[in-house]
């Protein structure tokens, strides 16, 4: 009985033994890391310990690099924090988000090192300039999905990135909507220079029925087309009709355009629009 008893006590402690996380596989430790995500790795995990260290140094466990929602630090230590998870990359960078705190040093960065790179993604990042942009696309040849949101990019720059990215399927350029204000350059300069598009996002942009017909014309595999918020698009005639007939997946906003535009209304885009605009008008944008 005592027996009996020993071992159903040896059995429990063993179950309730707290796990020696040093003793995980590297693939599971590496797995964790990027669940954790890189500020929490660049700035306490991998400190734990010197086999931690040395994953985090692993290039291919910086192939992707998401640094959204960045913690407060002051801007030349989240730009560093950065620059050396890239370089960390060795050239293996394929996919990489940041918001708020990109620079154009963090562009030059990322050209130097990310020859395979896939997708960026700049969320508010006011400090980058078209000649940054630029400068950095003409680097990343293999780009294939490009997202910009509540920046001002030239025509020049759409130009520059369709000639150089001739891999670019999927662009994402998101504004804050402004009634009464209209603008078609970046349609023109979307429509002339990428033809290869196949989802394009135009959320709160300032284009015409002009710009549309533009983009319909110049970008014919269009698969899906994002409209949200354009408050100066009209719908209701024949180009509603080639819309729907040329687009697979089209979304508009029908309820929030001309007399119907609502400024208390609230735009389904992936972060706050408000909060976007709070901001810009904080930093004097």
């Known amino acids: 009985m005592a027996s009996c008893s020993r071992v159903v006590k040896d059995a429990y402690e063993e179950s309730t033994e707290k796990p ?20 929490e790795v660049l700035t306490s995990a991998r400190q734990v310990c010197s086999l931690w260290w040395n994953i985090s ?13 960045p913690p407060y630090y002051p801007q030349s230590t989240l730009v560093n924090l950065c620059c050396y998870a890239i370089e960390q990359s060795c050239g293996h960078l394929e996919d990489i988000s940041i918001e708020y705190f990109a620079t154009d040093e963090i562009l030059k960065c990322i050209a130097n090192s ?11 990042c006011w400090a980058v ?26 025509n020049d720059t759409f130009a ?4 150089c990215c001739p891999l670019l399927k999927v662009l ?14 970046d349609a023109f300069a979307i429509a002339r220079n990428m033809p290869n598009l196949r989802h394009l996002q135009l959320m709160g942009n300032w284009l015409t029925n002009d710009g ?22 009209d719908l209701s005639g024949s180009l509603g009709e080639r819309c729907y007939k040329q687009i697979r997946e089209l979304h508009s906003s029908k309820d929030l355009s001309g007399d119907d535009y609502n400024e208390d209304a609230h735009f389904e885009f992936d972060y706050d629009v408000e909060e976007a605009y709070h901001d810009m008008v904080c930093f004097n944008i």
């Open 20 to 39: 020696n996380w040093l003793e995980l596989p590297k693939e599971v430790t590496t797995n964790i890391f990027h669940k954790l995500g890189a500020f």
């Open 57 to 69: 140094k692993d290039p291919l466990m910086w192939r992707t690099v998401d640094l959204t929602k």
């Open 114 to 124: 990310g020859s395979h790179l896939r997708r960026m993604r700049l969320i508010k």
């Open 129 to 154: 300039s078209n000649k940054g942009l630029r400068e950095a696309v003409i680097k990343l040849p293999l780009l294939e999905e490009f997202e910009i949101s509540f920046n001002n990019v030239s």
């Open 160 to 163: 520059v990135m369709g000639q």
């Open 172 to 185: 994402k350029f998101n504004m804050c909507p402004y009634k009464g204000f209209k603008c078609n350059g």
């Open 212 to 233: 549309l017909v533009s983009i319909l014309d110049g970008c014919l595999y269009l698969e899906s087309l994002n409209l949200k918020a354009c408050l100066n698009i």
